[in-house]
């Protein structure tokens, strides 16, 4: 097993954590490594907020930047409440590299988080054990609209 798989199942298991508890919003984990080391770890708060990449973030601080993030859902791209977005905490903090399990439909991620991110300068991967993490999912359903 690579150490991206040890790191993304670490980010699985905290996403199944908070199955059933997060509302609308999916139960999304996230973990930041770096230097080979975990520095921030998170999942989706109860009834949807913080989101996953926000926990880690606060939990990483200075370390996050250089870092690799593994996130099980991709980083929304907008928030319904103006807030910054996953996509956008993730690049101001300058994380290097964000290795994402699968895609968002929702119409606040649907590929906008990936697209900040690379405009920010950071390499993004996608697919990184996907069925596991879509099975988290599977009862999501995005606002389409």
């Given at each position: 097993m690579t150490a991206?798989?040890?790191?993304m199942r670490r980010a699985i298991v905290l996403a199944q954590s908070g199955l059933g508890l997060t509302g609308d919003n999916p139960s999304v984990g996230c973990v930041i490594v770096h230097d080979g080391r975990v520095v921030g770890e998170g999942a989706?708060?109860?009834?949807?907020?913080?989101?996953?990449?926000?926990?880690a973030?606060?939990?990483a601080g200075d370390q996050a930047a250089g870092a690799t993030a593994y996130v099980t859902l991709e980083p929304c791209g907008e928030r319904s409440s103006g807030a910054a977005s996953c996509g956008q905490r993730l690049a101001r903090a300058s994380v290097a590299r964000v290795v994402i399990a699968c895609e968002d439909a929702s119409i606040l991620a649907a590929g906008q988080g990936s697209?900040?991110?690379?405009?920010?300068?950071?390499?993004?991967?996608?697919?990184?054990?996907r069925e596991a993490a879509?099975?988290?999912y599977a009862g999501y359903r995005p606002r389409a609209e």
């Open positions: 991206d798989e040890v790191f989706t708060g109860e009834g949807g907020r913080p989101h996953a990449e926000e926990r973030l606060a939990q697209q900040q991110l690379r405009a920010a300068g950071a390499a993004v991967e996608m697919g990184l054990l879509q099975a988290l």
